[in-house]
């Protein structure tokens, strides 16, 4: 269907998009019985039917149509705005319910962010152990009570591991062994409760959530998406992915849980439930919410709504998702899930400037997330491809058992892949004070020239090269598990791995670079900036601009990747390395393949997104791609005033197209308008029921004057107000950029190809997408949604 700006006399218009309204004074409402009155046939579409103007599953909305909806509901608000207090007061409640919704998805994903924080970091403790004063603190919590010397704070008496629970004691070979069995076995039962959730009550939880958000708010509609059913299971199970060790974050599976945030509120508005376009302007900003609770970073949240999920963005979507990326950051501040008033688990602070020259291992690091994300898209939709084409993907519950297992067993022995993935990008990012106690920082101390708290360049101790063997065969492990695990039958982000990736292979890197000037601060590259004693390398910094080139190189974000990392970081004077290093892998990663890893797992299954950021370049016409092509049979119409009710029928019965050209006659085919099948379907049987006199024999008519009919022949049905007067047309021989870009800034879903005025043909956007695979070499076929 197209532009419905629906007919002139504008009235009925209003009245097929909003609840019904008495008709202004002075409007005399006319009655299909000809202009003498003599018929009581009212014209039946007077009220607006339940149902006409809504879509089927599966089916792309139309932009056009819904935004002159919505511009005709707005005005006819404003005009009756001046007639009685009331009515202003409806027009003012009706202006700021946008306002109030983005307040409420706000406090509901600021909400489920907390819990889910909570939750999931008492769930990942409880793999090693369980606290005795409550077994609802996680081990953190547990040893505040306590008072332990600082050195020893993880060692509390009241945070018992499974071993002293059931033999007594923590120490040799069967302690651990048992250990290692609770371990495994707690991270099975988590991911098989989790697959096992998705599998029975929610199949649309699985995943990241972003791909097939993207294509939503392209336009395309997949009910139950963003259900009830799939947030309460999405929140439960993601949980539950997180807390079993596996390889994924719980980053991308939050805006999904935010946007179905937004979908469920929308149906408390009339204004979003009625409207398909108005509501892809709540979820563009119920995604930046997403982003915001997930990162704390409200500004990055934006700005990753603008660049990577939306693709209708005005300008007051901009102020609304800002604004419920604000409360959904407040909320989540006041909930304080971690306990040290940050939103995020890797919050860092360096000080220290850094040096030009230091831009070169920042563009190492560029060029290795640019590799790294493109060999991972490669291996992950090669991997994913698999999974749909052979027997593994009848197995869900099997494929997530096997690769728990195994992550479990290899993650154990090593102490950065056993703790979560955050906190191990926390430990990462962390610049070695003198109380740090962790591997990575026991250098060799030679206290007599420190200042305050700024240590200076210290040889590396043996804890800091059994860490960096560790991080190393962490690193591998990570690289390998990561693209078996995106895209099984669990919630699965893609943020926490990639910046873990990226984090050990910026640290690897750090420490290098930082052992190199501590023993040749004399070589000529060093001598300038970093005399002996100082600190001028900071191992951490370079932790953040891994992380940030290899996320950047999977996603291919790059300002809303820059924000998002020195808001999580709140590293301001590390802006140039974070640009240089996104910058970097971005140019890399695209040398290799175009697509990044979102727009790569929308084309493997198939949805219909018209990509935006793609040139197209063949010089086709639009004859090339309109149906029916030569060899077909003709095109399918219904003309304006001769065809009965049984003829409509059968052509709706014998076709599956979702519309129809209404032509002025056969031989003409001068072309009147459009009609959708699904609006065709109601209002005829909708009339059969409610009108009088309405038979299989009975005219049908698209016209306001219909033609005088025999006294003795049935009633005539009017269908004037369900046909688009103003359908999109282009002629034959426009060239396809033309068509590409039309259906892309309009967001049709279909337009009409005439010659001389007459109708030769249609396009639809599938048609598009077919062929601008085809022109790609790839299989046409795979443009349906599968």
């Given at each position: ?67 002159s909806r919505d511009r005709d509901r707005h005005r006819e608000i404003t005009n009756r705005s001046k007639e009685s207090t009331w009515a202003l007061l409806h027009s003012v409640s009706d202006a700021f319910s946008g306002w109030l919704l983005m307040l409420l998805v706000g406090l509901l994903a600021g909400s489920l962010a907390g819990l889910i924080d909570i939750s999931a970091h008492w769930m990942t403790d409880l793999k090693e152990g369980v606290c005795l004063a409550g077994f609802w603190f996680n081990h953190e919590h547990c040893c505040w009570k306590s008072n332990t010397t600082f050195t020893d704070r993880d060692k509390c008496p009241e945070w018992k591991s499974w071993s002293q629970l059931i033999l007594g004691h923590g120490e040799g070979a069967f302690a651990y062994i048992l250990n290692y069995f609770m371990y495994v076995i707690w991270a099975l039962m988590f991911s098989l409760l989790a697959v096992l959730l998705v599998k029975g009550f929610a199949p649309y939880a699985c995943g990241s959530g972003i791909p097939e958000i993207k294509t939503i708010l392209s336009g395309f509609i997949i009910r139950g998406y963003l259900g009830k059913w799939t947030l309460v299971i999405k929140t439960i199970t993601l949980v539950l992915a997180v807390s079993s060790g596996l390889s994924l974050g719980k980053e991308g599976p939050l805006v999904h849980v935010a946007c179905c945030c937004g979908n469920i509120l929308c149906h408390l508005f009339t204004k979003y439930r009625k409207n398909e376009a108005k509501r892809r302007e709540v979820l563009s900003a119920a995604a930046a919410a997403g ?496």
């Amino acid at each position: 269907g197209l532009v419905n700006r629906l007919f002139n006399d504008g009235f009925f218009c209003l009245k097929c998009s909003i609840s019904p309204l008495p008709p202004p004074a002075g409007f005399s409402s006319y009655n299909g019985g000809g202009m003498n009155g003599t018929s009581t046939m009212m014209d039946f579409l007077e009220e607006p039917l339940p149902g006409v103007g809504t879509y089927e599953d599966f089916n792309t909305i139309d932009w056009v149509r819904e935004k002159s909806r919505d511009r005709d509901r707005h005005r006819e608000i404003t005009n009756r705005s001046k007639e009685s207090t009331w009515a202003l007061l409806h027009s003012v409640s009706d202006a700021f319910s946008g306002w109030l919704l983005m307040l409420l998805v706000g406090l509901l994903a600021g909400s489920l962010a907390g819990l889910i924080d909570i939750s999931a970091h008492w769930m990942t403790d409880l793999k090693e152990g369980v606290c005795l004063a409550g077994f609802w603190f996680n081990h953190e919590h547990c040893c505040w009570k306590s008072n332990t010397t600082f050195t020893d704070r993880d060692k509390c008496p009241e945070w018992k591991s499974w071993s002293q629970l059931i033999l007594g004691h923590g120490e040799g070979a069967f302690a651990y062994i048992l250990n290692y069995f609770m371990y495994v076995i707690w991270a099975l039962m988590f991911s098989l409760l989790a697959v096992l959730l998705v599998k029975g009550f929610a199949p649309y939880a699985c995943g990241s959530g972003i791909p097939e958000i993207k294509t939503i708010l392209s336009g395309f509609i997949i009910r139950g998406y963003l259900g009830k059913w799939t947030l309460v299971i999405k929140t439960i199970t993601l949980v539950l992915a997180v807390s079993s060790g596996l390889s994924l974050g719980k980053e991308g599976p939050l805006v999904h849980v935010a946007c179905c945030c937004g979908n469920i509120l929308c149906h408390l508005f009339t204004k979003y439930r009625k409207n398909e376009a108005k509501r892809r302007e709540v979820l563009s900003a119920a995604a930046a919410a997403g982003v915001s609770v997930a990162f704390g970073a409200p500004i990055g949240g934006v700005l990753f709504s603008l660049e990577e999920v939306s693709y209708y963005f005005p300008l007051k979507t901009l102020w609304r998702s800002f604004f419920a990326a604000l409360v959904a950051a407040f909320t989540l501040r006041s909930i304080n899930p971690f306990g040290n008033s940050r939103l995020v688990l890797f919050y860092v602070e360096f000080h220290m400037p850094w040096h030009l020259l230091e831009l070169v291992p920042f563009i190492l690091l560029g060029i290795f997330g640019g590799l790294w994300g493109a060999f991972f898209i490669r291996s992950n939709i090669a991997w994913c491809r698999r999974r749909k084409t052979t027997r593994l993907g009848k197995y869900p519950v099997l494929e997530v058992l096997v690769v728990t297992a195994i992550t479990a067993i290899l993650a154990f022995p090593n102490e950065y892949t056993r703790m979560s993935t955050s906190e191990l990008i926390s430990e990462l990012f962390n610049d070695c004070g003198i109380l740090d106690s962790s591997k990575l920082c026991e250098y060799v101390n030679d206290f007599n020239s420190t200042k305050g708290d700024d240590l200076p360049d210290r040889a590396a101790g043996p804890g800091v090269y059994t860490a960096m063997w560790q991080l190393a065969l962490a690193l591998i492990m990570k690289v390998f598990i990561t693209i078996f695990t995106f895209g099984m039958k669990v919630p699965s982000g893609l943020f926490i791995p990639s910046m873990a990736v990226g984090a050990i292979a910026g640290r690897l890197l750090g420490v290098a670079v930082e052992q190199l000037a501590f023993y040749h601060h004399d070589w000529a590259i060093f001598s300038g900036w970093c005399s002996p004693g100082a600190d001028c390398i900071t191992p951490g910094l370079y932790a953040m601009v891994g992380a940030a080139a290899c996320l950047g190189g999977v996603t291919r974000m790059t300002v809303s990747l820059v924000v998002i990392m020195f808001e999580l970081t709140g590293g301001l004077e590390y802006i140039v390395p974070l640009m240089a290093a996104a910058m970097t892998s971005k140019w890399v990663a695209d040398a290799i393949g175009r697509e990044g890893i979102y727009d790569a797992h929308i084309r493997l299954n198939g949805y219909p997104f018209l990509e935006a950021k793609e040139e197209f370049s063949h010089k086709t016409r639009a004859m090339d791609v309109m149906r029916p092509r030569k060899s077909d049979p003709a095109l399918t119409v219904i003309t304006q005033d001769t065809m009965t009710v049984e003829d409509v029928e059968a052509i709706v019965s014998s076709t599956t197209y979702s519309g129809y050209p209404v032509v002025v006659s056969r031989a003409s085919q001068r072309l009147v308008g459009f009609v959708l099948r699904r609006d065709l379907i109601i209002s005829i049987e909708n009339a059969r029921k409610k009108q009088d006199g309405i038979v299989s024999t009975s005219v049908i008519c698209f016209t306001d004057y219909c033609p005088p009919l025999p006294p003795s022949s049935p009633s005539v049905l009017k269908l004037r107000s369900i046909l688009d007067l103003s359908p999109f047309t282009v002629t034959d021989e426009t060239p396809m950029e033309i068509v590409v870009d039309i259906f892309r800034k309009l967001g049709l879903r279909q337009c009409l190809v005439t010659h001389n005025g007459k109708l030769l043909g249609i396009i639809t956007k599938k048609d598009v997408l077919k062929h601008i695979a085809q022109m790609a070499n790839q299989d046409p076929e795979s443009i349906l949604f599968n």
